[in-house]
Nanobody
Framework: QVQVVESGGGLVQAGGSLRLSCTAS????????MGWFRQAPGKEREGVSC????????SYTDVVKGRFTISRDNAKNTLYLQMNSLKPEDTAMYYC???????????????????WGQGTQVTVSS
């Protein structure tokens, strides 16, 4: 049984930092590209960042480029999202998802991702 579990969310002031973690079990982690998505109240879920199975390819949505860094440790079956210079508009539920893709790339189409976590809340106060 595949399980995806996020952690690391919380309340932080604008300009602060948080590091999200995501642990996946029940799958061969290095056969999966991974993605971070977020959903703010009243808005659709959007892709934030993704990383290929190897970690060599990454992608970011424009509004987080230069502030967020995605990484993974395949030995620990863990995905990370380092979030710096946080803004109130980053407030959302953050979700981790797994995409069985060994092509060496990743993307933000949600239909690629069969496995999702329950989410971790990030709240940035102004």
């Amino acid at each position: 049984q595949v399980q995806v579990v996020e952690s690391g969310g919380g309340l932080v002031q604008a300009g602060g930092s948080l590091r999200l973690s995501c642990t996946a079990s029940g799958l061969t982690f290095d056969n999966y590209a991974m993605g971070w998505f977020r959903q703010a109240p009243g808005k659709e879920r959007e892709g934030v960042s993704c990383i290929s199975w190897s970690g060599y390819y990454t992608s970011y949505t424009d509004v987080v480029k230069g502030r967020f860094t995605i990484s993974r440790d395949n030995a620990k079956n863990t995905l990370y999202l380092q979030m710096n210079s946080l803004k109130p508009e980053d407030t959302a539920m953050y979700y981790c998802a797994a995409d069985r893709d060994t092509s060496g790339t990743c993307g933000f189409s949600e239909t690629r991702y069969p496995y999702w976590g329950q989410g971790t809340q990030v709240t940035v106060s102004s």
